[in-house]
């Protein structure tokens, strides 16, 4: 994610009257900070070529959290909020309902064709939108599934698995349930005054909350799972720890808040990881490829600005605290639906490699190190093979296309006929 700053603070910052804020950490914050008074100068801005719209609604939690800082001067000083924190909370409700939804449908229908095509990204963006614009309804936790599955989707219906989706359904409506009531606990803690019923309510819902996630979560499920079914129900948990994550800032527990995103995006990664390695087949990578890539690079940033958040917050002086409603942190732009640039970016690559290195090309996005281990094998078979052009010394500046082709490039000159080769001409 990019931050950008205006013209005269970055003029500030070149003749050296202005400086970077530094966390406790020792890291530097995207705050510009008067060289010689400390004082706050400018915070920066996500460049506005870089829209947020993440699967999970985490961008709404951010604004709210950001505003509910100020907890600490006592919440009848912020009333004007409490609004704001209801909205936040209605979206991440929504979209939980969304997910699961799409969810049951994913589970119930891996073998029927074109049931992933129907709750693939662009049409989960679409299935938010028209709940949002209340075009379509949520009844106990669930979307009609003849709104979802219409048009020319609306025979999927009949080919899903009956059993499997009601039992998945069961368990959802338990979960959403415990979740929903959680919700309402928070709400109803952002309009109390007194301090120890208030966070006697917060703790509930907290718990609440990870009671609703260990469903989610239930190991016992994995080995059953598609990738495509695992990406939808790590999704789910990933929403309500977020949430619980924001409960954690309403109740002015920055550290405890900044532990749960760091612990929230090393999950999402390593979940991310386990997806991809668990993806079997050409027609799952087509489901999870693009909507990885948005998590990678948008969910993920956009927990990684929550965190900067609060390292300012934490950075900050008390006195400064006290003006903290007037900061803006972030511009967050709304982006259309019909923008799905992972998906036209994926078939560009899809054109250019087989499923095994576009498989990798994802694993390395979760995984970097991962291809370090590639850059090393393909130094030593090249060698072997005689490709010593291959064997190279830097891999800056060489993509992850590139390396991953030439890895199974090479891999299809050692074994003749595995038909896993990629053609001299992609590489």
Known sequence: MDFYFTAIAQQMLASGEARYMVSKAGELLPVLVNSHTGKIIEIARVAAEMPINPIAPITNLIEGAAQMYQIHRGFQKTYGMIEEVQKSLGVVQQSLGVLQTTTTIVGAGVAVTGALTAVNLYQTLQLRKDVKELRKDLSNGFLDLKQVLSGQHADILERLDQTTLEARRREFEAAYAKFTEALKLVGLAAEMNNSIVRDQHFANAVQMMYESLSIYNDPRLMPEMSAAER????ECAWIIESAIAYVFSLQNEPSAARTSLTTL??????DSFEIVNACQSQVELDFIFPELMRIQSQDLAALKLWSTQIDVIQALPSSELEALPDLRFTELPEIEVLEVPEEVAYLELQSKSNFHSLRDQLRFKFKPQLRTEYETTIAQQATELGYSSFARSNWEDVSD???????WYLE?????GDGLSISSNQL
Do not use: D, H, M, W
């Not at 995006?265 to 390593?270: A, G, L, S, V």
């Open 231 to 234: 990406l939808r129900r790590a």
């Open 401 to 407: 296309l590139t390396v991953s082709n030439l890895f």
């Open 412 to 416: 299809g000159r050692k074994n003749k």
């Open 265 to 270: 995006r090393e999950k999402i990664q390593r």
